[in-house]
Structures are given as C-alpha cells and as structure tokens.
C-alpha cells in the first residue's frame, strides 16, 4: 500500500541530505555556467517528449545538456530501482532526432542513478529535467488501479531521484488527448523553458531546495488555450469526479482560482506544484 504524504511548498526532509543543492565544488557556491543540465524521463530515451525538451535546448550555448534515460518505456514504474550488483547496463544511443544519449537497461531512477555516478566525472548537474511524460500526473489520489504522481509516475520517481542525490530537479508531463488527438508537447517545452530561465540564477549559484522537486502539469488544449499557470498544491482527493488517468483538459472554462493541481489542470491552467522528495520513502529506500 502507498501512503499519501502531506505535501508543503517546503516540505521537510525525511532522513535524508537537505536544503540547497550545492555548486560545481559541492559547496554551495556560485557557478558560472554554462547551466549543465540532465534530462530523463519514463517513456524511454526514443520517445516524443524527451526529444522534444532536447532539440528546445540542445543549441543554447548557455546549457551543457547530457540525456541519459531507459532504454524501454517504464512508464508507471514510480522511483522503483534494479538491485545491483550487477552493475547496471547502458549502451550509447541518440534520441528520436538524433542527439547522442545514453540508455539504461533498468527504471528512470536507475538512469538518473547511472548518470550521476557515471557522466560527469568534474561535477554534477545543476538541474534534472524528466520529461516531458506522455500523460498528465496529476494529484495524489486513489483513484481505481491509479495513484497518480505520489505512487507510480516514473517521470516524478525520477526527479525525486535526483532530489535525493542533491540536484534539483523538475518533471514535466504533458496532457492526454482523447481519441487520436496529438499531445502538444510545444505547449509543455514553452513551460519547461520558462522554469529553467526563472531558476536558472539560482540554479547556478547552488541556492535551489532539493527537500522537494517540482512537477508540472501542460493541458493539451483541444480548443481554446492555455489559461496560465498557477502554483498550487497537490490534490489529496478528487471531489469532481475528473478521469485523471485520460479526460479533456477544458481549456475553454471559466472556473477561477482552482484551489489543487488536478483543478487547475483539468480547467486549462498549467499546474506547477511540489513533491516531497522522500514521498514513498523514496531517499530513506536509496539508503
């Protein structure tokens, strides 16, 4: 069973590393760049949404991007881990577009694992992307065979990952279309750019919390557009009855100052909220 756990804008630690990630020496001191940036995700490192993050950034010359994510689609698989040894296995890649990558054989948090041990030998990274996912995950809420974002999105399991080794991070996730329709993943990269520029500064200077990460959530606008985006907390239920595992983002409605992720979402607004990192023990289970 999964336990929900009461989320805050800055969540305490829960045994684990806290407070602000530190700069290049590991001090907590400022950087000068360029920002070096690890992007994963759940859907595999061949899928649209990753892709689509990279070829946003991949010729900003004031970001060092490095990819590494599964080799497979282990959507759902939350910040579950292979148990090593043996060691796990990564083969050189590229994403859709061609950008070079890596692939783990394992979980996103087993790519975020790999990477930070393994592809950069001088420092870490400033940031870690996860995303952009194929779905929203949105709210905390039993809700049939889901539990959506605190138990088994990979997207958040892999940004919590990162959290726990010290390095901020964000997880994206783009919304279902119903029938054939295409999820607008330009939408997600316009959201995804605008938080790496609001915390780049900070991001540099090591000054970004890692007691919790940020997970936002891009309505795919059948008609109508993007209302704005709202900082909300997390929905711990789901009075209205919304499909949270699929149903039409209303990006045409008239509902203001929804109070939790899964309504603004799910009324056109982009939802950007934060997670504890160690929700589902998941810093007290990488010790």
């Known amino acids: 069973m999964v336990l929900l756990l009461t989320l805050g804008f800055a969540a305490a630690s829960l045994g684990c590393d806290s407070g602000s990630s530190g700069g290049s020496d590991g001090t907590g001191g400022s950087d000068d760049g360029p920002l070096r940036i690890l992007i994963t995700n759940d ?73 930070l041990d393994n592809l950069f030998p001088t420092a870490p990274p400033h940031v870690v992307l996860s995303g952009i996912n194929a779905g929203q995950n949105v709210g905390a809420v039993p809700s049939g ?26 997880a994206s996730s783009q919304g279902e279309v119903e029938g054939d329709g295409a999820l607008d993943y330009d939408a997600g990269v316009v959201e995804v750019l605008a938080w790496l520029e609001a915390n780049r500064a900070a991001l540099l200077a090591g000054q970004v919390s890692v007691d919790t990460i940020t997970s936002i959530n891009i309505p795919s606008c059948e008609t109508g557009s993007i209302r704005g985006t709202l900082e909300v907390p997390l929905a711990a239920e789901n009075p209205n009855g919304y499909v949270l595992g699929g149903g039409a983002q209303d990006c045409e409605s008239m509902v203001e100052n929804p109070p939790n992720d899964i309504e603004a979402f799910f009324n056109g607004y982009t939802s950007v909220s934060p997670v504890d990192r160690n929700a589902q023990m998941t810093c007290d289970n990488l010790n």
């Open 145 to 170: 065979r889901f539990f959506l974002l605190s138990g088994i999105s990979g997207t958040v399991g892999a940004a919590k990952t990162a959290a726990c080794r010290g390095v901020p991070a964000l």
């Open 43 to 115: 859907d595999g490192v061949g899928a649209p949404g990753i892709d689509a993050v990279v070829e946003a950034l991949k010729d900003d010359p004031d970001s060092m991007l490095t990819v590494c994510a599964p080799a497979a689609n282990q959507s759902g698989s939350g910040d579950s881990r292979t148990p090593t040894p043996p060691p796990l296995e990564a083969t050189e890649t590229t994403t859709a577009s061609g950008y070079p990558a890596t692939a783990v054989n394992g979980f996103p948090a087993d790519s975020v694992i790999y990477a």
